[in-house]
């Protein structure tokens, strides 16, 4: 018995069954550091629970008791820098193992672990950590973030600074926990409860500032889900999620679901993504489950996939942005696997997704997970018919539900905008076949309306990817002054191909051809490159402001 099925049953025999039966029992006080990570280590000590790689060669490996003892040595450490129980503590460890103890270490002393990306400038750090009252950060020894925190100023809050290794002004967080005892007294300090803050994710929105998502101590056994009936985790397997730790699709794929279903995680620690160098990592240590955004496959598929051996690999799963069908079937001709989609927010779990027993539809982001009471609704709040777009919300009262956030953190106005009348509204526009499949149209404000028509970029974006010619690209809509808007294609080529008015001229007669020809780009600009929030998503605010 896998240590999930403490939680929620292992043997649904199809989508219906799940969905009709699936809960979790959530204990009165739960603890995923103490209830699953230091459970394995008594029970599976010499069981591996994560790989770690660095793209230089070095490589290691934890066993689950590895990681208690490493957490262990590492609250120690913690409570010893005054960090107690509600202290907001911000990580910013890109891929390096000492996340995985460092999170968890902070779990078992009740502080909240804000985790950051080392992409974080001087103005991002000072931000956030005044916003969340940060009082401690622990920073990664690579690249300029030391030095943008030692530049930022006016953080009262802030106290301390642990730097991986020596640095003057900073304590060697390295050496601090080495030094550390491994017995860790759980009588000398407050434990957490089931509804305290355990995670604060700044979210990368495409528009406005980052708004700070608050997750419980229930949060992890919302991942259930994610790795058990989505990823189709392996106990005996190696699961590779590619994220970089400050985005909280690291917890979904490199962490809590992983080890509910006692999966040992891969790490691969680089600097920059090279799509070959990533395949051998994959394909060397022979990973069987594996997820990623569709970037990360839209250049796999531009690589010879026929020369790796994917044999090992039995599961292939994405997230992020919606799947274009055409990358589906490039991956699937070149491997056998079927790419799995799901839809979800930093605020949520698996919202939407294709589980183990579906088959996918290319382009559909699958079925609503028995998580949450998932519908589509119009602008009245009334549940749309099959084929009709609307807003996808979840039917929920506020309060602790596994994998639901518990609002936005010092933002009553906030979470009540988005929230309210017993519905979480996502802000993502989707339609459901008759069988009970959404199919994504895009965010509520980047919906087109031209000449009366409603117009989702993602269903443009998806015809022009299956254009050779085209590597990226983001619809939006400008303003036009009969047709109100039309539909324009901001498109990064693929290598081999230059910009020319012939080309445009071809790309909007495939687009013609492919999906209807009201939708087609009368606009196209061919850029080097599009933007993007510091998490890759596309910026398609940053492009309409261009246009007004």
Request: proline content about 5%; some cysteine; aromatic content about 12%.
């Amino acid at each position: 018995m896998r240590i999930f099925e403490k939680y929620t049953r292992a043997d649904y025999q199809s989508y219906e069954d799940f969905r009709q039966n699936f809960k979790i029992n959530v204990p009165e006080r739960f603890n995923f550091a103490y209830d699953v990570l230091d459970t394995l280590a008594a029970e599976q000590p010499d069981k591996r629970a994560l790989v770690w790689v660095h793209e230089s060669g070095e490589q290691r490996i934890f066993t689950f008791a590895d990681l208690k003892r490493l957490s262990d040595k590492a609250a120690n450490f913690f409570l010893s820098q005054g960090i107690k129980r509600g202290d907001k503590v911000m990580i910013i460890l890109k891929r390096h193992y000492q996340f995985w103890y460092t999170i968890m270490a902070l779990h078992k002393i009740g502080a909240v672990t804000i985790p950051a990306t080392h992409l974080l400038t001087k103005k991002d750090i000072e931000y956030r950590v005044n916003a969340a009252e940060v009082k401690m950060i622990v920073c990664t020894s690579d690249g300029d973030v030391a030095s943008h925190v030692e530049a930022a100023q006016n953080m009262p809050t802030l106290e301390s600074k642990a730097y991986l290794g020596p640095r003057d002004g900073w304590i060697d967080f390295d050496a601090g926990v080495k030094a550390a005892s491994d017995k860790l007294d759980t009588s000398a300090f407050e434990l957490p409860e089931n509804d305290d803050i355990m995670l604060l994710y700044f979210t990368s929105g495409t528009t406005g500032m980052p708004k700070m998502v608050a997750h419980s101590y229930t949060y992890p056994l919302g991942h259930i889900p994610t790795a058990v009936f989505w990823h189709n985790a392996d106990p005996n397997g190696l699961h590779l999620t590619v994220s970089e730790t400050g985005w909280a699709k690291s917890v979904w794929g490199k962490l809590y679901g992983q080890w509910l279903a006692e999966t040992a995680v891969f790490v691969y620690d680089h600097e920059k993504f090279v799509p070959a160098e990533l395949l051998k990592a994959i394909c060397d240590y022979k990973v069987t489950t594996f997820c990623a955004p569709p970037t990360i496959y839209r250049y796999f598929i531009k690589e010879d996939l026929r020369k790796y051996d994917f044999s090992h690999m039995k599961w292939a799963s994405i997230a992020g942005e919606p799947l274009n069908p055409e990358v589906f079937h490039q991956f699937y001709d070149a491997t056998g696997l079927k790419l799995m989609e799901i839809y979800g927010q930093t605020e949520l779990t698996v919202t939407v997704g294709n589980f183990i027993w579906m088959d996918p539809r290319p382009g559909s982001m699958g079925k609503p997970s028995p998580l949450f009471d998932v519908d589509i609704v119009n602008e009245n709040d009334e549940p749309c018919s099959w084929g009709e777009p609307g807003e996808i919300v979840v039917r929920a009262e506020r309060g602790v539900i596994p994998g639901m956030f518990l609002g936005y953190y010092k933002d009553e106005e906030l979470t009540n905008k988005v929230w309210h009348d017993g519905l979480y509204h996502t802000g993502d526009v989707a339609w459901k076949d008759e069988d009970g499949y959404y199919w994504y149209v895009g965010r509520t404000d980047d919906v087109i309306k031209s000449s009366g028509y409603r117009i989702g970029p993602f269903e443009v974006e998806s015809a022009l990817m299956e254009h050779p010619a085209v590597l990226e690209t983001a619809i939006t809509g400008v303003p036009h002054p009969e047709r109100g808007q039309v539909v324009k294609a901001t498109i990064v080529l693929a290598k081999g191909y230059e910009p020319s008015d012939e080309l445009a001229k071809e790309l909007q007669e495939h687009v013609k051809k492919v999906t209807a020809p009201y939708k087609y780009p009368r606009v196209i600009e061919f850029v080097s490159e599009l933007p993007k929030t510091i998490s890759g998503k596309i910026r398609r605010v940053e492009l309409r402001e261009r246009d007004k």
